[in-house]
């Protein structure tokens, strides 16, 4: 209408000042904003999802400055942008907190960033029977000052949202290429690809040029997207993954059975590894439920051609299990907890030991397939 404003003020993040507007006449141009942005959008074959969070932050008249509202606005867009796509929210002062916290987290991502204060860890990714080790996962952590060693539960989240996760990623990819020269010849190294990153539009030429400074021939390199990562635009994903495994190198479905994906889809996705979630895999050894999906998941990752992995594995009796239900790889506290490169066992052994005799189906825990 006249004398309402809308701009883009930044990335994806669109501002919409009414003027003289009270708050039910405001829910109501928030509900039809919402009702335009759901529907499908056709892009040439292709068909687009929006999804839009809006954050209503209602003045108090003279109290309020421009920044104030604005920052008010964006608090409530992350609160519903938390409870899911196509929602909103409306500003209450409790949402403040989180908005500041947030800012901190970011300005502290950027000093991180600047001051080199990420670190990768290595966890083994071991063949199930032979206990050989296929290669390893690279994982962040962030050393912060004050707080000491932080897993990425703590960040990941925030350098996400923020945008932050595309240099951080590309960060962790170029090391993580870089370490494989201290790694036994024709290992793997499997690298975490976020939602965000997928969609950035040069993913492909940084990963090429990541295997071209490291030297590390393409199909050792091993990109994990989460099955959430998928969901939102799956054949956009398709299409990203299409291009990434055009340069030769492997793909890995992260975290699988978590992301709610239609299993016809599946099919169409040209991974090498599904990786099951570790979810599945707690309850295996004693529960029949656990123990029926992962079945179940192995024989569809057979069928389609792909290795599983699976993730989370603590106990000898979980492994048991896996190896009777012929799970090919397996990742876990059991072989290693995820450790500085130096700390990897038998990195530096010239020969690997051979796998001892199939007894039992388990046996060695330690060792590098050649
Ligand atoms: P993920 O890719 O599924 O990685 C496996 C997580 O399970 C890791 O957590 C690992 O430490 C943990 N884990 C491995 N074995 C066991 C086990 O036996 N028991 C238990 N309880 N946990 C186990 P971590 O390092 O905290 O990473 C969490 C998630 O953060 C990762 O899940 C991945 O999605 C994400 N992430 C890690 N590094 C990166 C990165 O460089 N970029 C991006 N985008 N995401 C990353
Ligand atoms: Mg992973
Ligand atoms: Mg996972």
Sequence with gaps: RPGHLVARFGGDEFA????????????????????????????????????????????????????????????AMYAAKARGSHCFNVFEPAMRVASENRSRVRSELEQALARGEFRVHYQP????????????????????????????????????ASGQITAI?????????????ELPPGSHISVNVSARQLQQPDLVEVVARALQASGLPAHRLVLEITETATVADIDGAITRLEELKSLGLQLALDDFGTG??????????????????????RGIARDEADRA????????????????????????EQLEVLSQLGCDL????????????????????????QAPSQQGGVTDLGTWAT
Excluded: N
């Design 169 to 181: 990623g590309g960060w962790v990819l170029d090391t993580a290429c870089k370490a494989t020269a």
């Design 125 to 160: 990714i071991v063949d199930v029977r032979s206990g050989a080790h296929l290669g390893v996962e690279a994982l962040v952590r962030w050393a912060h000052p004050e707080r000491g060693l932080l897993r990425p539960s703590a960040f990941i989240d925030h350098a996400e």
């Design 293 to 316: 999906i992962v079945r179940g998941v192995l024989d569809m990752a057979h069928a389609l051609g792909l290795k599983a992995i699976a993730e989370g594995v603590e106990k000898v």
């Design 330 to 353: 397996g990742q876990g506290y059991l072989w290693m907890r995820p450790a500085r490169l130096s700390a990897l066992p038998g990195w530096r052994l010239p020969e690997p030991r």
């Design 260 to 281: 709610y994906s239609p299993l016809s889809y599946l099919r169409r996705f040209p991974v090498d590894y599904l990786k099951i979630d570790r979810s599945f895999v």
């Design 16 to 75: 919409i000042l009414l003027e003289d507007t009270p708050l039910p006449t405001a829910l109501l141009i928030v509900e039809r904003i919402l009702a335009v942005t759901a529907a499908p959008v056709a892009l040439g074959s292709a068909e687009v999802v929006i999804h839009t969070s809006i954050g209503l932050a209602p003045s108090r008249g003279g109290h309020t400055t421009p920044d104030q509202l604005l920052a008010e606005a964006d608090a």
